[in-house]
């Protein structure tokens, strides 16, 4: 397991619950701040807005990886599969709202966006304003993006979600391995142990086949689904 005290003391520590509403709060300001008015920003005015962005992105990501690395350490335990079912939830809401500003900057007229990068001041998001303008022929609209957004806790992130906890759930063999120990013989240097772990393994996954199998197929659609529409 992975020491994440420098995220959060605990699975209930009131400081996760304080950021999460922070980076609601501060995600809904800057919508009604900004939403609309990108194009009249100048370079200093684009940084400034840059920088809270951050910030709250900054906020959603600590409280992500928080759940993300618990959820990841024990795909069974129902505490971790809930924070981190929220921590989505809480990645999708913020998203949808600042999707805007992006969106904004990417529609502006192309000598418009030239000479707001010549500012020096935007140097430090100068990748990331050029990759929006890069990704400008496959974005939908913003109610669309908008969607997608909300969406996507439920999309391929719950499927893969899923597939950890039936892989999580496998074991192996007459004594019921894990797949960490079964895999770890796979490449050992011992021939009849990696034959006997491959024979395992064959015999563990069969069971979970059809489940696993429906898994990849429905994000690879979802993935070619998404890639159609932009």
Known sequence: AWDLGDLYGSDHDQAMEEDRLRCLRRAEEFETAHAGRVAQL?????RE??????RIMELETRVLAYAGLRHAAD???????????AALGLSAEVRSRVLFFLLEWSALPENRTLEVLRDPGLDRFRHVLELALARRPHRLSRAEER??????????????????KVVAGMRFGPVGRPLSQVLKELSGPE???????????GAGIAPHVAVAAHVLNTTVSQRRISDELR
Request: hydrophobic fraction near 35%; glycine fraction near 10%; aromatic fraction near 2%.
């Open 75 to 85: 795909t069974a335990d129902p505490v971790a599969d809930r924070l981190h079912g």
């Open 42 to 46: 100048d370079g200093p005015g684009l």
């Open 49 to 54: 807005a840059l920088l809270e962005l951050e």
């Open 147 to 164: 969607i997608l957004e909300r969406l996507s806790p439920v999309g391929p992130p719950a499927w893969r979600s899923l597939g950890d």
């Open 191 to 201: 021939r009849r142990e990696r034959r006997r772990a491959a024979e395992e393994l």
